[in-house]
Each structure stands twice: as structure tokens, then as C-alpha cells.
């Protein structure tokens, strides 16, 4: 590969980046609950508010990188430090998306859905950007992906195995933090656990050679 194509790749994983932190934005906004790698996040950034949930995404994106980490010990390659400094990108496009959406009315029902399955389609089209590019997984996926490698399993079933694991660790949180009460994690969690990967299977055939032409330019 080309510096050329490697520069024109990590470009389109920071556009990647800006697209997946304004639908997690969308779907924050719409208050049914976000996507299930950024549950935890959001219960956590319901009860101590003194950062911001983008900050919160960043320090739940560097706890999976130590994690990563201490599962491949030696085999974990030092490419994937790129993982903090991009964290950090997402983090930020997530709130700067959140200030974009601010102003959009969210006290009714069906508009709260309508934002969480904009959010999905944006956070898919985000996701299919990323997987074109190829050039580094975000912290979600390359944790999943060191668990897989470490426990001999397959990447899809480990993903599921985390999702639900995700959720239901930010459902427990959820009810210590607030007495008992569910918050940050409602259905829009479980649509868009149902319907992201629909998003980006439907994506991937338009975008994946056009792309795919300009990058190998």
C-alpha cells in the first residue's frame, strides 16, 4: 500500500469517526437509550456529569484498549495506540454532534424514535466508512476481536457475547446510580443493537467500490 492510500485511508476513518459520533449524538438525543457499545458510557455520564458523555466514550474506548492489552500481552501490536488519539476524535464528534441535534425538539415519542433510527442510519453509514477504510478497528470492535483471538471463538458470536454483556453491565449500573431506576438504556438500545448491522450490510455494496476506486488512486 502507498503512503498515499495509507494517508487517503486514515482520512476516511476520521470521516468514519465524525459520522458515528453524530449518530451516536442522534441516538443520545432522541433519550430511548444508545447503541449497546456506548451504554455504559451513558449511564455513567447520567450520573456524574462533570464530563461531558463524549469524555465519557473516551475513557470507556481506553478501558477496552488496557483491556486489549492484557489479553494479548506480547501479541499486541503497537499500531493500535492509534486507538487512544482516535478515541479522543470520537469523543469530540459525539459531543459536537450532540451541540448540532441540541436544538431539535425531543419531547415527543415518535420524534424520540424517529431520532434514534436516524441515528442508527447515520451511525451505519459511519460504520461502512470505517470498514472501507481498514486501516484500524475502534476500541469496541478490536476488544472483541482480542477476546475472539484469545478464547479461540468466532468474532461474531464473541461480538453478540459482548453487546449483551455491555448492556446488561450498564443495566446494573443504571440501578445502582438511581435507586432502582432504569435510565440511559431503554428500548432504542435494543433497536439499535437489531438494526446498525442491517444498516451497514445495505451501505457496504454502494459505497464499498467507489470508494475503494478513489482510495486506490
Known sequence: MSKKETVKRYILFVICLFFM???????????????????????????????????????????????????????????????????????????????????????????????????IIVLGFGITLGVIADVILNSGEAFVKALADVTKKEFSNMKIIFDVSWVLLSIVLSLIFFDGKLLGTREGTIISALLVGITVKFFRPHLDKPLTKILKK
Open 21 to 119: 459520533g453524530l449518530g451516536v449524538a442522534l441516538t443520545k438525543h432522541g433519550e430511548l437509550g444508545v447503541s449497546p457499545i456506548s451504554s455504559v458510557a451513558n449511564v455513567v455520564s447520567l450520573k456524574f456529569t462533570f464530563f461531558s458523555f463524549g469524555t465519557w466514550l473516551t475513557i470507556s474506548n481506553c478501558v477496552l484498549l488496557v483491556g486489549q492489552i492484557i489479553l494479548l500481552r506480547r501479541n499486541f501490536k503497537l499500531i493500535q495506540l492509534l486507538q487512544i488519539p482516535l478515541s479522543f476524535l470520537f469523543g469530540y464528534f459525539t459531543d459536537f454532534g450532540l451541540w448540532l441535534v441540541s436544538g431539535i425538539p425531543n419531547d415527543n415519542y415518535v420524534v424520540q424514535l424517529l431520532l434514534v433510527l436516524s441515528g
